[in-house]
């Protein structure tokens, strides 16, 4: 099984939904981050968390927000899509400083 | 802020041949650690090579191997006897350790047949 898993793996959605994309990872790493990626942009930080209690904005933050619901589990929710978040998400863990990132397979997003 | 530069978007190597991609990166840090990333088509993001500053020794994984030149801030990923299924998107990372890993924007290498 895999070690980060994301859930759903593709979504096509529309303008204004909500929509929750959800990661869990059997690591057992403290830290969890997403990012997203853009054609040309490379992946971009959105948001990230190095235990239960901690959540850090990233570059990208505006038009999503996160929930960390155990060690084991971190979700980004976008409360009202838009077209221009249409992208690849990426959800990835490590462990302590200086630690190599470990990501999910991503999740592809479409808003129409 | 810590930035990240790959300035070749995309190259391309003959099979069995050996080619090098760039990485410069902006920091005023003295010990971080850098990261070489592959993205093939699956779109899954693998870890290729890690490299501590600290380290002087450059690291070596199998056929990618890395130059790493503290005080020229550089990092390139050089890749042996390249292989078909080394055609994939090429990421650059840095970290301080107790910071994310910042990417550069990528470097779409094909291998040619």
């Known amino acids: 099984d895999a070690d980060v898993t994301q859930t759903p793996r593709n979504r096509i959605t529309k303008t204004g939904k909500r929509i929750m994309l959800e990661c869990s990872q059997t690591k057992g790493h403290d830290r969890m981050y997403w990012y997203r990626q853009d054609p040309g942009l490379g992946l971009r930080l959105i948001y990230y968390?190095?235990?239960?209690?901690?959540?850090n904005k990233g570059e990208i933050s505006d038009g999503y927000s996160v929930s960390r619901q155990a060690q084991a589990k971190f979700s980004l929710s976008l409360e009202s899509a838009i077209p221009n978040q249409t992208a690849l998400y990426f959800c990835a863990t490590s462990g302590p400083s200086g630690g190599s990132q470990y990501f999910g397979p991503g999740t592809r997003l479409t808003v129409l | 802020a810590q930035t990240v530069t790959q300035s070749q978007p995309e190259m391309s190597v003959q099979e069995a041949e050996t080619v090098t991609l760039s990485c410069t990166y902006d920091t005023s840090e003295n010990n971080y650690y850098l990261f070489w990333y592959k993205q093939p088509p699956s779109r899954q993001m693998i870890l290729v090579i890690r490299?501590?500053?600290?380290?002087?020794q450059n690291a070596t994984e199998n056929r990618f191997s890395v130059n790493f030149q503290k005080a020229a801030k550089s990092f390139s990923l050089k890749i042996s006897d390249s292989q078909l299924g080394d055609t994939a998107m090429y990421f650059c990372a840095f970290s301080q350790g107790n910071t994310p890993l910042v990417f550069g924007k990528g470097t779409r290498l094909s291998v040619i047949a």
């Open positions: 490299q501590e500053a600290y380290k002087q």
């Open positions: 968390s190095f235990d239960v209690k901690d959540i």
